[in-house]
T-cell receptor, first 115, second 114 residues
Framework: AQSVTQLGSHVSVSEGALVLLRCNYS??????LFWYVQYPNQGLQLLLK??????LVKGINGFEAEFKKSETSFHLTKPSAHMRDAAEYFC?????????????FGKGTLLTVNP | GAGVSQSPSNKVTEKGKDVELRCDPI?????LYWYRQSLGQGLEFLIY????????KSGLPSDRFSAERTGGSVSTLTIQRTQQEDSAVYLC????????????FGQGTRLTVV
């Protein structure tokens, strides 16, 4: 079984500052890892994913994440926050093997960007 | 279609009534998923369809919940005898399992049971 822990339910940064959203996972098999973003009253949009290729993954909107097996982490970063980045972010894991259809989500991190 | 479409976008129902939530996946996507998003539980997997079959319905919370998919396309999630704890946003996602893993989500149906 997989699980995901997102440290910090709410992160606040200033516009132009570094964004760091933390995600740690637990999986008994090599995982697939995902970051999704949810804007108010909208569905989930995939930011980026790790599926056992390069450990540094670049996504949309300037976000990237690094898979660190030794730390069981997949933290999301962006060098410079923009007001439009304000949203809720979800880290998710799936079984990289036969059951890789089912996503297990973290509780989410609400990102606030201050002018 | 261009994306996953869900209807209605909002539904208010009285406790004890039945409700049906509809999902139109992206054309050609063979896999379809239902998830539930609630304040207390976060995002939870409900059921997975591959074509018209549901090989995994382990996330359905009770026998009041059922889902079907017809023609390898549209899916309906039915909740019978709704309870207040069923209030949540129900999200549908579809995926082309023949390509790299990526599930596309709809905007969800916000269900409020009063």
């Amino acid at each position: 079984a997989q699980s995901v822990t997102q440290l910090g339910s709410h992160v606040s940064v200033s516009e132009g500052a570094l964004v760091l959203l933390r995600c740690n996972y637990s999986s008994s098999v090599p995982p697939y890892l995902f970051w999704y973003v949810q804007y108010p009253n909208q569905g989930l949009q995939l930011l980026l994913k790790y599926t056992s290729a390069a450990t540094l993954v670049k996504g949309i909107n300037g976000f990237e994440a690094e898979f660190k097996k030794s730390e069981t982490s997949f933290h999301l970063t962006k060098p410079s926050a923009h007001m439009r980045d304000a949203a809720e972010y979800f880290c998710a894991v799936s079984d990289g093997g036969g059951s890789n259809y089912k996503l297990t989500f973290g509780k989410g991190t609400l990102l606030t960007v201050n002018p | 279609g261009a994306g996953v479409s869900q209807s209605p976008s909002n539904k208010v129902t009285e406790k004890g009534k039945d409700v049906e939530l509809r999902c139109d996946p992206i054309s050609g996507h063979t896999a379809l998923y239902w998830y539930r998003q609630s304040l207390g539980q976060g995002l939870e997997f409900l059921i997975y369809f591959q074509g018209n079959s549901a090989p995994d319905k382990s996330g359905l919370p009770s026998d009041r919940f059922s889902a079907e998919r017809t023609g390898g396309s549209v899916s309906t999630l039915t909740i019978q005898r709704t309870q207040q704890e069923d209030s949540a946003v129900y999200l549908c996602a579809s995926e082309d399992r023949g390509v790299v893993t990526e599930a596309f989500f709809g905007q969800g149906t916000r269900l409020t049971v009063v």
